[in-house]
């Protein structure tokens, strides 16, 4: 079983930046992608941004590349999600998820693992 822990969340004026990070832990924490998801009130999830396990590949959704970044650090089991620019409707809870393959997909129901969620929450 995996467990997924997300961190960093918070409140910013609009132009601000966020940081947020994923600690997983437990048996199969290994050769796993890993993505981020986030869900706005009275909206659907919706996929934010993908890495594969090695790193070598990532995937991001339209509304923030050139503002998010995805990264990871195995060494630590953590994954981390750079959001600068941040806008309000970026405001909403944010998912971590894994997936126990090592290829990067935006579905969210191919993910197996979720964390509770972060609210992040943009001011203008």
């Known amino acids: 079983q995996v467990q997924l822990v997300e961190s960093g969340g918070g409140l910013v004026q609009a132009g601000g930046s966020l940081r947020l990070s994923c600690v997983g832990s437990?048996?199969?924490?290994?050769?796993?992608?890993m993505g981020w998801f986030r869900q706005a009130p009275g909206k659907e999830r919706e996929f934010v941004a993908a890495?594969?396990?090695?790193?070598?590949?990532?995937i991001s959704a339209d509304s923030v590349k050139g503002r998010f970044t995805i990264s990871r650090d195995n060494a630590k089991n953590t994954v981390y999600l750079q959001m600068n620019s941040l806008k309000p409707e970026d405001t909403a809870v944010y998912y971590c998820?894994?997936?126990?393959?090592?290829?990067?997909?935006?579905?969210?129901?191919?993910?197996?693992?979720w964390g509770q969620g972060t609210q992040v929450t943009v001011s203008s």
């Open positions: 437990g048996r199969g924490f290994s050769n796993v992608a």
């Open positions: 998820a894994a997936r126990a393959s090592v290829l990067v997909v935006t579905t969210g129901s191919e993910y197996q693992y």
């Open positions: 890495i594969s396990w090695r790193g070598s590949s990532t």
